[in-house]
Antibody, heavy 115, light 106 residues
């Protein structure tokens, strides 16, 4: 059964770094790409970036200077790090498997940026 | 690539045929997906490659279109279809979503 689950701090202070983990089950990170997508409260979906099965990455140009995605294949985990957080980064953060399209999503991790 | 959905809000009755639209800023070669997001839940894939139904999705959902213009149709609206629907293009090596259509019961 394919599963993805995001984890991380629910609260981050402004200017600090957000670190999230996506733990997957039911498939291998050597065979599938994984995306990060976020959604501010009451708003739409924003693609953040992807890590390919090969380990390469591609980022949304609007976030590229602040964002890093990596993975530990042996632990079935994908990591997101984003620095210089501001209040507008408050959102639910999702990871999603890519089988050519985002066919499976995690439940989401709610992150609030506030002092 | 910018994706524009219309309408932003749609009210319909149970049993109605419902049509949601999505327009791309350029030809996306049918690399178009539709997602359903119910309140408090993650998005769920409904349609991929513009017209292919994801496994397990009811056949009342269908997708069509080509080039820059795409449509999601629900043939007979059910109460459980109340949700926000997003289109997404994956033609270029960046992924973009439309702003969403919120579907409610009249």
């Amino acid at each position: 059964q394919v599963q993805l689950k995001e984890s991380g701090p629910g609260l981050v202070q402004p200017s600090q770094t957000l670190s999230l983990t996506c733990t997957v089950a039911g498939f291998s990170l050597t065979s599938y790409n994984v995306h990060w997508v976020r959604q501010p409260p009451g708003k739409g979906l924003e693609w953040m970036g992807v890590i390919w099965n090969t380990g390469g990455t591609r980022y949304n140009s609007a976030l590229k200077s602040r964002l890093s995605i990596s993975k530990d294949t042996s632990k079935s985990q994908v990591f997101l790090k984003m620095n210089s957080l501001q209040t507008e980064d408050t959102a639910t953060y999702y990871c999603a498997r890519d089988s050519g399209v985002m066919d499976a999503w995690g439940q989401g991790a709610s992150v609030t940026v506030s002092s | 690539i910018q994706m524009t959905q219309s309408p932003s809000l749609l009210s319909a009755s149970v049993g109605d045929r419902v049509t949601l639209s999505c327009k791309a800023g350029q030809n996306i070669n049918n690399y178009l997906a539709w997602y359903q997001q119910k309140l408090g839940e993650a998005p769920k894939l409904l349609i991929y490659n513009a017209n292919s139904l994801q496994t397990g999705i009811p056949s009342r959902f269908s997708g069509s279109g080509s080039g820059t213009d795409y449509t999601l149709t629900i043939s007979s609206l059910q109460p459980e279809d109340v949700a926000t629907y997003f289109c997404q293009q994956y033609n270029s090596w960046t992924w973009t979503f439309g702003g969403g259509t919120k579907l409610e019961l009249k």
